[in-house]
């Protein structure tokens, strides 16, 4: 995480777990902006955390970020470089702010996904059956499996 402090950017490296968010809280301050990036399921616990917390939280899609970086003429990727780029985006534009989804539609959210990986994992049993069976000599143990 980078914030501003004065003039002067300060960095904080936490870890992805519930002390970590306490720190990062602590170091932010509640009533800060913080800007993240929507990756993948990591994003969740501390855009959680901080909410409850009472503070404001912006997600942003990373090509959104990236665009911005571009936009900016800057290369190179690092934390620390990330970490300033996201401040200074919520600093620059407007972000909208992120709420949590109401706990039943995350459920179902979850519930879809499974279901879903199921019917892939099933499609990909029922293939590998089929191509077995194909063989000129299949194996009655491997057929069980």
């Not at 870890?15 to 800060?32: E, I, W, Y």
């Not at 190179?76 to 706990?103: F, H, I, M, N, V």
């Not at 879903?116 to 293939?127: A, D, F, P, S, Y």
Request: aromatic share 6%; hydrophobic share 45%.
């Amino acid at each position: 995480m980078c914030h501003q402090v004065g003039a002067h950017l300060q960095h904080l490296e936490v870890a992805n777990t519930p002390a970590g968010f306490r720190q990062l809280v602590r170091c932010g301050g509640a009533a800060s902006l913080y800007v993240l990036e929507d990756t993948g399921p990591y994003y969740l616990a501390v855009a959680y955390h901080l909410v409850a917390a009472g503070a404001q939280v912006a997600v942003l899609n990373p090509l959104v970020v990236k665009r911005f970086i571009q936009m900016h003429l800057d290369k190179g990727k690092s934390d620390r470089k990330d970490a300033q780029w996201l401040l200074r985006y919520g600093q620059q534009q407007a972000t909208p702010r992120w709420q949590p989804e109401e706990a039943v539609l995350v459920e179902c959210r979850q519930v879809e996904q499974v279901v879903e990986l199921l019917i892939r994992q099933k499609k990909m049993v029922h293939n590998a059956l089929e191509a077995l069976q194909a063989q000129p000599v299949v194996s009655p143990a491997a057929r069980a499996r």
